[in-house]
């Protein structure tokens, strides 16, 4: 286990407060200027008009919203670290899924499940909800290439303490990918963030707001292994609660390029409505050039720039 991080004392007192409280108490100190640095809400201005293809006023909306979010998000991140059992059960009560019939068919199955979600809103405690409410009594696997996220492993080893059975996974090795079929196989439900960057491994071409996107996509082979139903999802926060979104289930029946052509089809549609939605949400805009090729180019529509090319690659 990890040394115990320094949580700031504004962000431990806010994060102290029941989820509403919090995040209504973030948005008066953000709005009185307290929090986010002068030029904190322009961070993003230029790749949201760039990206997104948005107006200067609208990008610069966005980009403060942005940089609340990040705020917020890490606030929750303490809140889950630092509250006690009962005030987090309460905090799932706020969480609310979007359309629960569809999951509820999914886990009567008793069938292998794999949850796509991406790095948007407070993740952590809505894949808690989902546990509790359709999942109860699986255990629910983690998979990641690596083990140095200490405040991420705290907090998620805490939902064991709302009666999530929470583990780990690294899969940097094949023999590793090989106990993850295992586990599903065993009733486990499988969680594969469908956002990351290629590096991860199995990229695919999944082109969205008309530039070269690539995502890894290993979660294709693992639910051909498995049999498992893929249920990609998007969470987002608001001042009174989350939301849970469901994208398009699918499985995965072979191992035709086909096959792996309509899955990536469908997590790439899935990644592009739930950024367009809620574009301030998505954790990972600072990475945004791992996920494009050194050649993309998009038009950078700045009053400054005019018309010249910006490279979000470099």
């Known amino acids: 286990m990890s040394t115990t991080p320094h949580i700031p004392w504004t962000y431990a007192r806010l994060a102290s407060l ?18 986010l640095a002068r030029d904190g809400g322009e961070r993003f201005a230029a790749t949201f008009e760039s990206v997104l293809r948005l107006p200067r006023r609208e990008a610069l909306r966005l980009s403060r919203a942005a940089a609340h979010h990040d705020v917020a998000s890490e606030i929750e991140w303490c809140a889950l670290h630092k509250r006690p059992v009962d005030a987090i059960q309460r905090d799932i009560e706020r969480v609310q899924v979007a359309d629960p019939a569809v999951m509820e068919r999914i886990a009567a199955t008793g069938r292998p499940v794999i949850l796509a ?27 990641r290439q690596r083990d140095d996220m200490g405040m991420e492993t705290e907090v998620i080893e805490r939902l064991r303490e709302v009666d999530v059975d929470v583990r780990f996974l690294n899969v940097s090795q094949r023999a590793d990918f090989l106990s993850a079929v295992r586990f599903a196989q065993k009733g486990a439900v499988i969680v594969v963030f469908c956002d990351l960057d290629p590096s991860y491994g199995a990229p695919a071409e999944m082109p969205m707001f008309g ?9 294709d082979t693992l639910a051909r292994l498995t049999g498992a139903t893929v249920v990609p999802i998007a969470t987002t926060m608001d001042d009174n609660g989350d939301t849970v979104g469901l994208g398009q289930p699918f499985e995965v029946r072979g191992q035709a390029a086909e096959e792996r052509a309509k899955g990536a089809d469908i997590m790439r549609r899935h990644i592009q409505a739930a950024i367009a939605a809620r574009p301030e949400q998505w954790h990972l805009w600072p990475m945004l050039a791992d996920y494009l090729p050194s050649s993309a180019r998009v038009q950078d529509n700045s009053p400054a720039g005019g018309e010249t090319p910006h490279d979000l690659a470099a």
């Open 117 to 143: 979600p991406l790095h948007m809103g407070a993740y952590v405690l809505c894949l808690a909800t989902l546990m509790v409410r359709h999942f109860p009594g699986r255990p629910m696997l983690v998979l």
């Open 211 to 219: 530039l070269p996107f690539r995502f890894a996509f290993g979660t």
């Open 18 to 35: 029941p989820l509403a409280w919090r995040r209504r108490a973030l948005r008066a100190l953000v709005t009185g200027r307290r929090l």
